[in-house]
Every structure is written in structure tokens, then in C-alpha cells.
């Protein structure tokens, strides 16, 4: 039970060395890694739906 204690202990004392960024800070990495990952989804799409079109193209070149 001392062993718990002292690792809580410790983990207070950790976690008051943190430096914690600022609220405007951490809404704006936010806002920007939603934005970053729109982008990146929306890349993949046009190029999930152009690889569809190709393989379609190719597949009709075949007879299929």
C-alpha cells in the first residue's frame, strides 16, 4: 500500500512540473489538426475515386 502511495505522490509532483499550453493554444492545435485531417480525407477521396475510374477503364478495356 506504501508503494501506491509513494507512486501517487510522485505522480502529483510530475505533474505540477508540466507546462501546460495555454487554452488558446491548445483550441488552435486543434482546430488545426481537424482542418489538416479534412484535407488529408478529402485528398484520399479524389484519389479513391480516381483509382475506381481507372481500374473501371481497364476492366472495360478487357471486356468485362
Known amino acids: 500500500m506504501e508503494?501506491?502511495?509513494n507512486f501517487l505522490k510522485s505522480v502529483k509532483q510530475e505533474l505540477n512540473r508540466v507546462s501546460w499550453p495555454?487554452?488558446?493554444l491548445a483550441l488552435r492545435a486543434t482546430v488545426s489538426?481537424?482542418?489538416f485531417s479534412f484535407v488529408i480525407g478529402l485528398y484520399?477521396?479524389?484519389l479513391d475515386i480516381a483509382f475506381?475510374?481507372?481500374i473501371n477503364f481497364l476492366l472495360s478495356l478487357r471486356g468485362g
Do not use: Y
Request: charged share 25%; no cysteine.
Open 3 to 5: 508503494k501506491i502511495k
Open 22 to 24: 495555454s487554452r488558446n
Open 33 to 35: 489538426v481537424i482542418i
Open 44 to 46: 484520399l477521396w479524389v
Open 52 to 54: 475506381v475510374k481507372i
